[in-house]
């Protein structure tokens, strides 16, 4: 490199070159080496690609810079903007001092030396001075904040990398801080993160988002070595190794990255690998170290320790039972003296012993492994420790920590005897400063934030006076003024928890020092006064002028008001829309004392100051009556735009107007006539649309202006504008949120679209207006009016002082005598500003209050720490509601009293009742007065019941919901329980099998096809609903078609015939000519169908292959699966899904039959139950009949068979109230039973049989029913007949002895049949019962070889599974290369299609350009003597290099040899002619050549040229092809290969994979029948080389030989019959050859005797009149025609308008007549209305409120006249103009102002012309140009 001219300290480096953009991998990440070749000191470089010359020249020499040079500090930083001419001084704010610490940001604190320490302030650096306490600091050089500082490891540097646009990277030297080198280009918009290699040559920063880069510096010569995108989410930290610098780590959210730089062949690389997680959740790490083997150590959200190695976790590190290393997100780790020191955010420091760390790994799957720390230090309680840094102080190694929670602390860490304590340094503020305001009387400052504390400073002496911690963080504070506290120490803060606390600050060594004791401390706080007005945090505060008000502001959307007296009195509060913002009091020059109120929803209120005592708080704080104004704030921001862009265009437009206007008149001022031709206007692009966003803008800040009227600052879509607003007055009663506000005075402010104002302050004389950003920075306007207009608010000061992300100004404060500005923000900084020369202030002191007389007495205040606590309007609700309730305990407990005065006085009337005689003795119902009392305690009663089952539903439900769960776990769950059928004679029984039921997945494949058919049918359904609508639309169209055409004829019937005719001309011609055409298609398709059915020489008759594919997979492979040589078919691979199937399938089938016997076994149960109600009925009958016998003659009765308990098994679960009681009775007498007769066997014998209750009551139900219903039969009714008989007791007859004889025939034969039906009905039934449990013997022994066969499935099935994931892979490999395999196939016929293409277009360029030669000789005839000439332009050489290009490509390739032999000859009669092309021109036709001779050559020759380009195109893109085409072969033949070899791998799979199944034994039960396999003829002990076959199988394969040699014999037959007919086919096709040469040769010879060339037919045949031609004709007639009719109409369409011009010229004159009428009118009322002044008298010169109004309504009078004489004339100018836009202006006019121009109304019809005709000035009927 060139060095350029050594340049002076004070100029800058110019900005080093951008890297290119790296491509980031998952696994490593490669990034090219940047070698950074400046030019001079640094120049930029481009990055483009450096020319050929350039290469060739000799490498310039690097000049280096020097070791001395430094810049000018006073050069780079960034000072206060001015805007130019304002007059504004730059040191208009000097900064003073800091007193906040931002202790949030992960890393920010720097220990140079023992005694200066660093860290971030907003836009500075800030040196303190651990001894004195001074700071000393360094600006930002870009203003855009600063994103880190780190140490040089020899102290001497330290880098400050900042923030903004492209920052800057900036080395100062220490202890000089003179700037010594300046980094650029390494990130877009902020440094995060430095670290400098332990020798300190090299420099490694990181930036945040969007590029996230990792840079590596040479930082001396400020240099980029190498860089790369770090990741692409946020990251925290990198670090160079301090063992190996060619090793780094960065880590962030969620990850942690190793890289390293390698030396490559193509230079030096950085390499990142990504850190795999694994198991391990993924983390944010924020702290991390590197060992020096390597490994590194990270921290973890949770607090353990994770062990990185080869970027992967080796181990996680906890403390023993698995307790996290530290009790949250450990965020530092170092390696310090051989030992481990980590740091946590729990506020402990701990130890650990290296050498176990970095041996350690897992012992077991939880990859955890417990260790303990050697030493560890506790902090303090509330310390959330963030970074350390080392010092030697004396030699001793001192830690310095930063705290989180707003502190830096001195640690000792030596663990020894005399280790001291840790040591607070400072402490701050943790977080955003919430609040802040200054003393009234002093130099004393208070702020809050929502680390609960609040704190007072001293900004004269720069130091911390007190501090006072809370429970909740504080929200809003503000300093009480003068008239509330004279001393000046009273404070109001408000807190995230609703509570307001009064504290005061005094000097304690005011109080008396009692004996023992010493004041010396600076200032004290003292709780003064606790009170809780609101629900929500506290947001604003605000004294009222004189003191008699506080106001409390808060998000609970109320504003509390209190009376500030010795104790703060609450008077009452006001609910508001919405949360409020910022509350204001009306200035003292305003005549009312009103708040001002500004929500965070857009809107403001303005209420007076309540009076104390006209409020009433007896039952609540609420004030209702107290008058409001509100303003909702509508947004006219997009109003504002729109007519910035109509302005804009207004002046483009004239400017563009202008410009015309003098270019004419410089063109004739030169002489030069100008043609006026139109120009055509250009399309203005439409105006953007009102835009008003949906969530309205929030309020910032806002201040009164004049009483109602007031300013705000808007944030969101509204910024960038002051509004000026004002209260309306009228409109009270409108609801608020209805209502749509809009300011009355709108002004811009400068760069605060994005950036609106948060804090707006004034100093005392309102001279200067300050103004916080919300990009932390500082503005200061000067007023010189004291009111704010748009020339005000254009000069201004600004000053970036905190942060420019987090840092937005909250708050802005003067000191009371405007020596002094102080600023808070949301960095946690407090940054105070000198407003006058600082030797002024070297005399001013603070001064702390002095304390109140006896505060020394008082009681400590009680504070309200519970955030829950009640406010005080719900105290005072909870008190009035307590007082209510008190009244009412009061009224019963009178009540009560009275009753038991008249219980006691009836209780002596009833003893005086029985003192009396019984029968003076009244009765107890004489007592009861009024019957409806003892129905009204029924009612209670009832009401006391339903009570007692609401408090008693919760547990009815619980008990429900546990029975329903038990059902549904163990009877739901069963689809058939186990039934007993036992028969009635013999012991024999048959039982159900118990079934689950099955799941529906089961189901799922079954209902699979009947879900599709309703798929399908809901599919057809559609498409035949589309049809219809089709075939609706298309009759639709026709319809419409043939309206068209209807309406077409009737336009066309004036039209000639000659029209008509042409069309059928022209209609039979096209006729004639398609089916010409068709003629020919159908031949040519017919001879393509032909040859497309021609077969290729190796084709195959698909049904041979066909056979031969079924033969293959169908002949069976009779190998054993145990034989080594045994290949799996592909439809026979076994896997877990198809083994699940069969698993299922067979798991369905044992249900189903299972399900069938259950089924029949229910059946018999029926049957039985059936069968006893028969027995029943005819043991029923049997007994009447009976009665009709002798009991000698009685046979015995069958018994009647019961149903047993086990028989129907549902019984058990069927219970009523009765049963419960009997049960819980049962239980109660048992559990006695059990503790008399523990271990007694006896106790048995007393056990309930409650299950067995339910049946046998079912059984004696049962029998009574049957015993209930009597059989109507011939034996009853002899029975009745002879009891009728026993009645009369008459002697019988013969006749009816043998009536009665018979009759007892009867029934015995009755009793006989009816015995043996019974008897008949049990056998039968115990014979179904032997039979069906035979059968379910049968299928039981199916079901146990179905068992059998589940078991060896189930077995397989887990082998199945552990194989899976293997196979898995394999197979999936094998998919992807088939996957592969194909996509490549299809690539390559692509190719071959397309070289086929290619070659095709270079055969037809080569025969282009031997016609091209060919007529070329043609055209030159014989013995031309210009023909060498010529031939020589024809040939002359043109781009030879592309030529020989592309030979050299084809003879790679091997293609095109003729081609390419032609082509250097060309070229040779090329090269042997350049010797020529000295004295050669072919721009010249020598003379006496043919002219046209000579430009008929340059046409060849440019033709030969266009096809010579074409062709070498051609041959270039069908190299490129071959190319592609030989490369893609080669891949698709190493994934053919791939291919075999994952198929060959995964057969042997599937080969060990049934070698694993053949290892299960399956059981097969046989009989001795089944066994065929004998030894000796007899059976062997072993059965291992036995074969298990179907008898079905056997046989098949026995037939099957059989088959083979008949198929064998027919086959044979068929090969020689094809034999035969081959040879026949092959001679009739050489006939049918001979014969088409004859035919072709004759076809010739005839065409030639007619024609005498060759001639195609197919175009002679399809060729026709050019019917385009002659159909546009006909249309141009059609066109010519319709074009008549409609000028006709336009004619009659003039006429019309014209009448309507003359009528609007006569409405113009009766206007002009009006207009007369009117200026007559107005100027007798001028007359009259002078003469009027004239007659006034002397006692009438007064003001009177009459004459006034007179004077209004004639002046309103006479406006509306001269208004309605400006649209007059306006509109006579309109009428009076005589062209085609009157209407579209009298549009326009209407569209610009809103309103019609009509006609004026009659005098009768409105009373004043104002109705009907709004004003018109000159100014307003201006043409707008970009209102449509």
Not at 339 to 365: M, P, Q
Not at 857 to 871: L, R, V
Request: aromatic residues 8%.
């Amino acid at each position: 490199m060139e060095g350029a001219p050594e340049e002076s300290k004070t100029s800058l480096p110019t900005e080093s070159p951008t890297a290119e953009e790296q491509e980031e991998e998952v696994e490593q990440v490669e990034s090219d080496t940047e070698s950074v070749d400046a030019e001079g000191n640094l120049e930029e470089q481009d990055n483009s690609e450096v020319p050929l010359e350039a290469q060739k020249e000799p490498e310039k020499i690097e000049k280096k810079i020097s070791e001395t040079f430094f810049y000018n500090y006073e050069d780079i930083y960034s000072r206060p903007v001015v805007t130019e001419d304002s007059g504004i001084p730059i040191n208009l704010l000097t900064l003073k001092h800091s007193f906040g610490y931002d202790c949030t940001r992960s890393v920010n604190l720097l220990l140079m030396d023992s005694q200066t320490l660093l860290y971030i302030a907003g836009n500075q650096v800030v040196l303190l001075d651990l001894k004195t306490k001074s700071q000393r600091y360094l600006r930002s050089s870009s203003g855009g904040g600063i994103g880190f500082i780190t140490g040089h490891p020899t102290k001497h540097y330290f880098a400050v990398g900042e923030k903004g646009k492209k920052p800057d990277l900036i080395i100062y030297d220490f202890p000089s801080l003179r700037p010594y080198r300046i980094l650029r280009g390494g990130t877009e918009k902020a440094y995060v993160f430095g670290d400098f290699n332990d020798a300190g040559t090299l420099l490694a920063s990181v930036g945040s988002s969007p590029d996230y880069m990792l840079t590596i510096w040479d930082w001396k010569q400020e240099k980029i070595m190498l860089r790369s995108k770090a990741f692409s989410q946020d990251v925290y930290k990198v670090t160079f190794s301090a063992d190996n610098e060619e090793q780094l780590t960065t880590s962030g959210a969620g990850h942690i990255r190793f890289w390293k730089m390698a030396l490559t062949f193509t230079g030096l690389k950085l390499q990142g690998a990504l850190g795999r997680f694994g198991k391990t959740a993924v983390t944010d790490i924020i702290g991390y170290v590197q060992l020096p083997d390597g490994k590194v150590i990270s921290g973890t959200e949770w607090g353990n320790l994770l062990l990185w190695e080869g970027g992967l976790i080796k181990v996680e590190l906890c403390r023993s039972g698995h307790k996290p290393c530290h009790g949250g997100p450990v965020s530092q780790l170092v390696l310090d003296e051989g030992e481990l020191v980590t740091v946590g955010k729990d506020g402990f420091i701990r130890v650990w012993n290296f050498e176990t760390i970095d041996a350690a790994d897992s012992v077991d799957d939880t990859g955890l492994l417990e260790v303990e720390p050697m030493n560890e230090l506790h902090v303090g309680r509330n310390v959330s420790l963030s970074f350390m840094s080392k010092v030697h102080d004396c030699g001793q190694p001192v830690w310095y920590a930063q705290d989180a929670n707003g502190a830096i602390w001195k640690l000792d860490l030596t663990f020894s005897n005399m280790t001291r304590d840790p040591e607070c340094l400072c402490t701050f503020h943790s977080g955003g400063i919430e609040a802040m305001s200054v003393s009234p009387t002093t130099y004393l400052l208070a702020t809050t934030a929502l680390d609960r504390s609040v704190r007072i400073y001293d900004f004269i002496s720069n130091s911390q006076l007190s501090e006072i911690k809370f429970k909740q963080g504080g929200t809003a504070l503000t300093w009480a003024p003068r008239v509330v506290n004279p001393k000046g120490g009273l404070i109001a803060v408000g807190f995230e928890d609703g509570v307001v606390r009064i504290i005061e600050v005094y000097d304690p060594k005011g109080l008396p020092v009692l004996a023992g004791q010493t004041n010396a401390e600076n200032a004290e706080i003292n709780l003064k006064q606790v009170f809780k007005p609101h629900a929500a945090a506290v947001t604003a505060l605000a004294y009222e002028h004189n003191g008699d008000v506080l106001a409390t502001g808060s998000k609970d959307k109320t504003v509390f008001f209190f009376a500030p007296e010795d104790e703060y009195e609450p008077i009452g509060f006001i609910c508001v829309p919405g949360p409020v913002q910022a509350l204001q009091w009306s200035p003292p020059s305003h005549a009312n004392s009103t708040l001002l109120i500004l929500c965070e929803n857009g809107f403001a209120l303005q209420v007076p100051a309540p009076v104390p005592e006209e409020q009433d708080t007896v039952s609540t704080y609420q004030i209702k009556n107290l008058p409001t104004q509100y303003f909702h704030f509508y947004s006219i921001k997009s109003r504002i735009k729109l007519e910035e862009e109509i302005a804009l265009r207004e002046k483009k437009k004239q400017e563009k107007e202008k410009a015309k206007l003098e270019w004419k008149k410089q063109q004739q001022e030169m002489g030069k006539e100008i043609e006026e031709e139109p120009e055509e206007e250009p399309e203005e692009e439409p105006l953007p649309s009102l835009y008003i966003p949906e969530e309205p803008s929030p309020i910032l800040c806002g201040f009164y202006s004049a009483p109602g009227k007031f300013w705000l600052s808007l944030g969101g879509y509204d910024s960038g504008f002051l509004y000026h607003c004002e209260f309306s007055s009228n409109d009270q009663q409108e609801d608020p949120e209805n209502r749509q506000d809009e300011p009355f005075e709108v002004i811009p402010v400068e760069d605060t679209d994005s950036n609106p104002i948060h804090q707006i302050s004034f100093c005392t004389s309102r001279l200067l207006m300050f103004c916080g950003m919300q990009n932390g920075a500082l503005r200061v306007y000067p007023l010189q009016d004291k009111d704010l207009s748009v020339n005000t608010l254009k000069e201004y000061w600004c000053f970036n002082v905190h942060d420019n992300d987090n840092g937005q100004i909250q708050g802005i404060c003067s000191s009371y005598d405007d020596r002094f500005l102080i600023t808070c923000g949301g960095d946690g900084n407090i940054f105070t500003f000198n407003m006058s020369p600082e030797d002024v202030h070297k005399e001013l002191k603070a001064r702390i209050p002095s304390p109140r007389s006896g505060l020394e007495k008082e009681k400590a205040t009680e504070d309200i720490e519970d955030p829950n606590a009640y406010n005080i309007e719900e105290v005072k609700q909870k008190k009035e509601y307590e007082r209510i309730m008190k009244e009412a305990e009061e009224k019963k407990k009178k009540k009560r009293e009275e009753l038991a005065a008249l219980r006691h006085e009836f209780l002596l009337l009833l003893q005086k009742n029985q003192e009396l005689p019984k029968h003076m003795q009244l009765h107890r119902e004489q007592y009861e007065m009024d019957h409806r009392i003892f129905e009204e305690l029924g009612r209670q009663k009832a009401q006391r019941i339903q009570l007692v089952q609401k408090e008693m539903a919760w547990e009815h439900e619980k008990h429900l919901i546990g029975l329903q769960k038990l059902r549904n776990r163990f009877r739901n769950s069963l689809e058939f329980d186990t039934v007993v059928v036992h028969a009635i004679q013999s012991k024999h029984q048959i039982s159900t099998y118990r079934l689950l039921a099955m799941p529906d997945k089961y189901y799922q494949d079954k209902e699979r096809p009947s879900w599709k058919r309703k798929v399908l049918e809901r599919a057809w359904k559609q498409e035949e609903e589309k049809e219809i609508i089709t075939e609706t639309r298309h009759d639709e169209r026709i319809f419409e078609d043939k309206a068209e055409k209807l309406k077409t004829s009737e336009v066309r019937k004036p039209t000639t015939r000659y029209i008509e005719s042409k069309r059928e001309q022209i209609r039979r011609t096209v006729e004639k000519s398609d089916k010409v055409k068709a003629k020919i298609m159908k031949r040519k398709a017919e001879w393509d169908e032909l040859y497309k059915n021609k077969p290729s020489d190796d084709f195959e008759d698909p049904k041979d292959a066909e056979d031969i594919r079924e033969a293959q997979e169908n002949m069976g492979c009779f190998k054993l699966k145990t034989d080594s040589n045994y290949r799996v078919p592909e439809h026979k691979r076994m896997n877990t899904e198809k083994k699940v199937k069969q698993i299922t399938s067979l798991e369905v089938l044992i249900h189903k039959k299972k399900v069938n016997m259950n089924k029949e076994i229910m059946s018999l149960r029926d049957l039985k139950v059936s069968i006893i109600d028969e027995i029943k009925c005819l043991v029923q009958e049997l007994k009447s009949i009976q009665a009709a016998l002798d009991l000698s003659e009685h046979l015995p009765l069958p018994p009647i068979p019961q149903l047993h308990p086990d028989e129907v098994p549902e019984k058990k679960f069927e219970y009523d109230s009765n049963i419960l009681l009997k049960f819980k009775e049962e239980q109660e007498a048992k559990a006695k039973l059990q503790e008399q007769l523990e271990g007694s066997p006896s106790s048995r014998a007393f056990r309930p049989g409650f299950l067995q209750a339910p049946s046998i009551k079912e059984s004696d139900s049962m029998t009574e029913g049957a015993d209930a219903c009597p059989m109507k039969t011939p034996s009853s009714v002899v029975t009745e007949q002879q009891k009728g008989f026993e009645i009369e007791k008459a002697e019988p007859t013969e006749m009816e002895l043998e009536i009665l004889n018979r009759e007892k025939i009867k029934n015995l034969y009755l009793q006989e049949t009816l015995i043996k039906k019974i008897n008949t009905l049990v056998i039968n039934f115990d014979a179904e019962l032997r039979f069906l449990r035979h059968k379910k013997l049968k299928l039981d022994v199916q079901m146990k070889s179905a068992d059998l066969r589940y078991i060896t499935l189930y077995e397989e099935l887990l082998i199945l599974k552990n194989l899976e994931k293997p196979e898995n892979l394999l197979q999936g490999r094998v998919n992807t290369l088939l996957r592969e395999q194909e996509a490549m196939q299809s690539k390559l016929n692509s190719y071959l299609t397309e070289m086929e293409d290619r070659n095709c277009e270079i055969v037809k360029l080569q025969e282009s350009e031997k016609a091209l030669y060919a007529d070329f000789q043609a055209s030159l005839g014989e013995n031309n003597e210009f023909a060498h000439f010529l031939t020589k332009v024809l040939n002359k050489k043109i781009k030879c290099t592309e030529k020989k290009e592309v030979r050299r490509e084809a003879d790679e390739e091997d293609e095109n040899e003729e081609e390419n032999d032609e082509e250097p000859s060309l070229g040779t009669d090329e090269e042997n002619s350049g010797s020529e092309d000295e004295d050669f021109d072919d721009s010249v036709c020598p003379q006496d050549c043919n002219e046209e001779l000579f430009q008929n050559t340059i046409q060849l020759q440019q033709k030969r040229i266009d096809i010579e380009k074409a062709l070498t195109e051609e041959k270039k893109v069908a190299a490129n092809l071959r190319k592609k085409y030989n490369t893609l072969a080669k891949k698709a033949k190493a994934v053919e290969t791939s291919l075999d070899t994952a198929d060959r791998e995964l057969a042997t799979f599937q080969w060990e994979k049934q070698q694993r199944l053949n290892e299960l034994y399956v059981v097969v039960p046989l009989k001795l029948h089944q066994v065929e396999y004998l030894v000796n003829g007899e059976l062997p002990s072993d059965f291992s080389q036995a074969l298990v076959f179907t008898n079905q199988s056997l046989e098949y394969l026995q037939k099957r030989i059989v088959d083979l040699h008949n198929e064998k014999i027919m086959q044979r037959e068929i090969y020689k019959k094809a034999q035969e007919q081959h040879k026949q086919l092959v001679q009739d096709k050489k006939e049918m050859e001979i014969e088409i040469r004859r035919l072709e040769k004759k076809c010739d010879d005839v065409m030639m005797k007619k024609f005498g060339r060759m001639v195609d037919f197919e175009a002679v045949q399809a060729h026709s009149v050019n019917i385009r031609v002659e159909e546009l004709k006909v249309q141009i007639m059609e066109k010519e025609y319709v074009h008549s009719q409609e000028l006709k109409e336009w004619e009659e369409r003039i006429s019309d308008l014209q009448q309507q011009l003359m009528k609007l010229t006569k409405e113009n004159t009766s206007k002009l007549q009006q207009l007369n009428q009117f200026c007559l009118e107005k100027q007798q009322l001028e007359t009259k209305l002078s003469s009027l002044r004239n007659d006034l008298g002397t006692e009438f010169q007064g003001i009177q409120t009459t004459d006034t109004k007179g004077k209004a309504r004639l002046e309103l009078r006479l406006k509306h006249k001269a208004r309605d004489t400006a649209l007059l004339r306006e509109e006579k100018h309109l009428l009076g103009r005589k062209d085609t836009c009157l209407q579209e202006e009298l549009t326009l006019l209407s569209g610009i102002y809103g309103y019609p121009f009509l006609k004026p109304s009659s005098p009768q019809d409105s009373g004043t012309p104002t109705e009907s005709f709004p004003v018109l000035t000159p100014k307003t009927v201006t043409k707008r140009p970009g209102i449509p």
